[in-house]
């Protein structure tokens, strides 16, 4: 793996939740991600032990999956794979990483890089699997989508026995129009967003979910914020993600649940956006157990970069 020592520009600030939502204060140390000479750097996965999981893209088209160490400021790129655009989104505690492997404009499949060794998988029936997140046990989470992009299926994926486990909802009324499945926890906890519409497609619900174990959901939506989309769950309960305000931006948001079951209001979260100069859209996709955060940023000139966001006070959602 080819190892590249980078320094980032660290910012410290308080940030004030937007008064309009109605939430608390919330105070991180960020730091900005950019891959060098990368034009896009994306962070989509932590682990309990700081390593960041993302994917950089450089001016030519070529792109290239990488792990962030910050203890020492360190980006090392992973092996690529032969005839395949990797994108690397998730990585567990015993360093497993997880991601898509592009091979062509009407095939995508999933992968798992493990110890220097890559296994490809793809959902049965769809052209596309895009894995997202990948358990302490080995559990991933993704979707998977047909060619003309008009289905999407929320999976579980588990390598042990190669099998799949597709996300559903307990409404038989109800019609599931997409569902994107992301953050795992060790206890098989998922989070992820979904979209379910009515006999007539009139949209009957568009927001974030939680599934249970069990197979148990949880539909649920985040005060201050428009279609809400989960996209990480830690051992505590945490939950982040990202949602927009009503005048369209994207905001993160972490909290959690007052009660499970049916269809619930997160009035607890916390909305988060970075502080960096020109940013417009803010979106968590990780967390981990101590409250940290990854995701991506964008500018207003169409720029797409990284972030590790540290919580400054313990327990303060």
Known sequence: MQRVTHHLWRVIVALVAIAAAGVASAAYDFVDLEYPGATVTQAFGMNEKGLVVGTAAFADGSTVGFV????????????????????ALGINNAGVITGSCDTGPDTTQGFILNKGTYTRFAHAGLEHTYPRAISSTGLVSGYATDAAFSTFVGFIYDPARDSFTDITFPDPSLTVSSTIAQGINARGRLVGNVTLTEPDLSVAFRGAFLREPSGSVTLFEVSGL????????????????????????????????????????????????????????????????????????????????????????????
């Open 68 to 87: 962030y160490d910050p203890k020492g400021g360190t980006f090392t790129t992973i092996p690529s794979l032969p005839g395949c655009s990797l994108s």
């Open 226 to 317: 428009l279609a809400a989309r989960a996209r990480g769950i830690n051992e505590p309960g945490l939950i982040a993600g990202y949602g927009t305000l009503a005048g369209g931006q994207a905001v993160g948001f972490v909290g959690t649940l007052p009660s499970l079951g049916g269809t619930q209001t997160m009035t607890n979260g916390e909305l988060v956006a970075v502080p960096f100069a020109g940013v417009t859209d803010t979106y968590i996709e990780a967390i981990d157990n101590k409250g940290n955060l990854v995701g991506v940023w964008y500018d207003g000139s169409g720029g797409i970069h990284g972030f590790i966001a540290t919580p400054r006070q313990k327990g303060h959602i």
